[in-house]
């Protein structure tokens, strides 16, 4: 991985979800069950078509949540605040990643689905209070999902992001299709690297080792 890669970089964005703490923590298997629950109250369906419209409406819309306010009219600050109700007793502080995250010249924000204060408390079990300069939630981008455009968009906008000085990590990889667009450095975090993905520049399973070999 060549360093100079990330020369130029002066912003770095970070998803949250299975990036900023391992998949192991299973905390997306907690929302995913509430989301589940949450469809079932509201649309009144049984739990097999509450998962599959789960799922249909992240495969189509980009996120539950923006299926069912397209397709049903949802008011999405209850459906969030109830979703990400959940335990974070799986995760521990992370000092190696909070140090390689704080040396990063420039600016470091996250930029998740979740919501802004869901993203404060995981930050905070993680130990990573204070590292970042923002963070944004699906909220901050009008409850559009990555991996909208529009979302991207909106969010660097009030951030005063720059893509072509910029780099994105995110364990999701066709979250990063539209950075790569825009012109951001695009980094793969996860077990495994994607398979075909064009628009992703770097992989890694181990983010604190990826970062500690920038600085």
């Known amino acids: 991985m060549p360093k100079q890669d990330f020369a130029h970089v002066t912003d770095w964005v970070f998803d ?13 298997d907690q929302i995913e069950q509430r989301m589940i629950a949450y469809v079932m109250d509201f649309l009144r369906v049984d739990r097999a078509e509450a ?14 949540l923006a299926g ?10 209850p459906f969030l605040d109830d979703v990400h ?11 190696d990643l909070a140090a390689c995250i704080r040396a990063l010249p420039g600016r470091k924000i996250v930029y998740t689905n979740g919501t802004g204060p869901y993203a404060a408390r995981v930050v905070d079990k993680r130990g990573l209070a204070g590292v970042f300069d923002d963070i944004y939630g699906v909220e901050h981008a009008g409850f559009r999902p990555k991996p909208e455009r529009a979302a991207f968009d909106r969010v ?3 951030s005063g992001i720059a893509p072509d000085r910029a780099a994105m ?11 790569h667009a825009m012109g951001m450095r695009t980094v793969h975090v996860a ?15 181990d983010l604190a080792g990826f970062l500690a070999r920038l600085v």
């Open 156 to 158: 660097f906008r009030q």
């Open 16 to 28: 949250l979800d299975n990036t900023l703490y391992p998949p192991a923590a299973r905390l997306f």
């Open 68 to 77: 069912l306010m397209a397709e049903h009219g949802l008011d999405p600050e």
């Open 85 to 95: 109700d959940i335990s974070l007793d799986h995760l521990a502080p992370d000092a």
């Open 191 to 205: 077990p495994a690297p994607a398979l075909s993905a064009a628009h992703i520049h770097h992989h890694t399973d």
């Open 169 to 179: 990590f995110e364990d999701e990889p066709r979250n990063l299709a539209e950075p």
């Open 51 to 64: 998962d599959r419209l789960r799922d249909h409406y992240w495969q189509v819309h980009g996120t539950t």
